[in-house]
């Protein structure tokens, strides 16, 4: 859930709707299908690859991370790198809250190039694109059992 908190933090930044509007962040695929509803550039796109949750001698410590993939789509290699880097300046080494989630601190890897210049693949496969690694440390719920 930590990567649907932090679309909705990035909803708020004006820095990246100034770029791809209030409906370009998307989980997982942006939409493709023909005609008025597929998605051009510019946008973003995020899916939560893993993580791991953190223990103390009691149990769960309520600690978490998350790795979360995110790829930034643009008319040309520059307009990605340029949207890249906004992400960049709103996400990389934050401290604070992601829409009531705590986060304790993210961390966005070098971009790699993702572009692809096949034009029958698919809108998503067919944009320049970079693509990197939000390593997000966040609190949690820990699980609480019932008795019995």
């Given at each position: 859930?930590?990567?649907?908190?932090?679309?909705?933090?990035?909803?708020?930044?004006?820095?990246?709707?100034?770029?791809v509007g209030?409906?370009?962040?998307?989980?997982?695929?942006?939409?493709?299908?023909?005609?008025?509803?597929?998605?051009?550039?510019?946008?973003?796109?995020?899916?939560?690859?893993?993580?791991?949750?953190?223990?103390?001698?009691?149990?769960?410590?309520?600690?978490?991370?998350?790795?979360?993939?995110?790829?930034?789509?643009?008319?040309t290699y520059?307009?990605?790198?340029?949207?890249?880097?906004?992400?960049?300046?709103?996400?990389?080494?934050?401290?604070?809250?992601?829409?009531g989630t705590?986060?304790?601190?993210?961390?966005?890897?070098?971009?790699?190039?993702?572009?692809?210049?096949?034009?029958?693949?698919?809108?998503?496969?067919?944009?320049?694109?970079?693509?990197?690694?939000?390593?997000?440390?966040?609190?949690?719920?820990?699980?609480?059992?019932?008795?019995?």
């Amino acid at each position: 859930m930590i990567e649907f908190a932090m679309a909705a933090h990035l909803a708020t930044r004006t820095a990246v709707t100034t770029v791809v509007g209030s409906a370009g962040i998307f989980g997982d695929k942006a939409p493709q299908k023909s005609g008025a509803e597929t998605k051009l550039p510019p946008f973003i796109t995020y899916e939560q690859m893993g993580g791991d949750k953190f223990y103390h001698a009691q149990g769960a410590s309520g600690l978490a991370e998350a790795a979360i993939r995110i790829t930034c789509r643009g008319k040309t290699y520059v307009k990605s790198h340029e949207l890249y880097e906004i992400l960049r300046d709103e996400l990389d080494g934050f401290s604070g809250t992601w829409d009531g989630t705590v986060v304790r601190g993210a961390f966005l890897s070098e971009p790699e190039n993702i572009s692809t210049p096949s034009s029958n693949l698919g809108t998503d496969a067919s944009q320049y694109a970079l693509q990197g690694t939000l390593t997000v440390h966040y609190f949690r719920d820990v699980p609480t059992f019932g008795e019995s």
